[in-house]
């Protein structure tokens, strides 16, 4: 059972290129996430999904976009990246039984040059 | 603006000690307070979470204490251990949805 598999682990992208980070979980999970990590500043929530074809902003959106056309695929997009996305990237996803626990990938190390 | 403040930012324990961290909320819309805890390399894993209508919650040496008037909640760590050492991260869920919102973290580092 591999749970959240995110991919890559480690990404070097130069100013204005673009990237696409994968997130894929079997659980069978309908609520999805991604959260981005910065000293200091804890995980915040950048997009989040509660089912396929459902999409919204968390705290911090702007410069990513998503999409969800199945349950099990959650693909973060950066359509030109900058240097204050430079972060530690972390896809979860629960069940829709209340109060279930965020189940964590291992997170994408993504530098910004 | 965080709506969850966690301190400290980092907290050094020796072996056996108490280990405790604080946070506090302004959101009445939160309905649930998990915390996780987080080893480098590796994502964040639900450790332990309490209900508004509880004050205290205990799972082994961790304890979580809530005061719902204060809008405050706190973690202990009892007889803390070196593989304690870790990233703890407190959190909100927003009512009647799945959205956990963190609070900054703190960085535990338990001495033998």
């Known amino acids: 059972n591999a749970g959240v598999t995110q991919t890559p682990k480690f990404q070097v992208l130069k100013t204005g290129q673009s990237m696409t980070l994968q997130c894929a979980q079997d659980?069978?999970?309908?609520?999805m996430s991604w959260y981005r990590q910065d000293p200091g500043m804890g995980l915040r929530l950048i997009h989040y999904?509660?089912?396929?074809?459902?999409?919204d902003q968390g705290e911090v959106p702007n410069g990513y976009n998503v999409s969800r056309s199945t349950t099990e695929d959650f693909p973060l997009r950066l359509l030109s990246a900058a240097p204050s996305q430079t972060s530690v990237y972390f896809c979860?996803?629960?069940?829709?039984?209340?109060?279930?626990?965020?189940?964590f990938g291992n997170g994408t190390r993504l530098t910004v040059t | 603006q965080q709506q969850v403040k966690q301190s400290p930012q980092s907290l050094i324990v020796q072996k056996g000690g108490i280990s405790i961290i604080n946070c506090a909320y302004e959101?009445?819309?939160?309905?649930?307070f998990p915390w996780y805890q987080q080893f480098p390399g590796k994502g964040p894993a639900l450790l332990i979470a309490?209900?508004?209508?509880?004050s205290e919650k205990k799972e082994g040496r961790f304890t979580i204490s809530f005061n719902k008037s204060a809008k405050q909640f706190s973690l202990h760590i009892m007889d803390s251990q070196p593989g304690d050492s870790a990233t703890y991260f407190c959190?909100?869920?927003?009512?009647?949805?799945?959205?956990?919102?963190f609070g900054t973290g703190t960085r535990l580092q338990v001495f033998p």
């Open positions: 309490i209900r508004p209508d509880v």
């Open positions: 959101n009445t819309a939160f309905d649930y």
């Open positions: 999904s509660v089912g396929a074809g459902i999409t």
């Open positions: 959190a909100a869920e927003v009512k009647s949805t799945d959205k956990l919102i």
């Open positions: 659980m069978n999970h309908e609520y």
């Open positions: 979860a996803s629960s069940s829709p039984v209340l109060n279930s626990p965020l189940h």
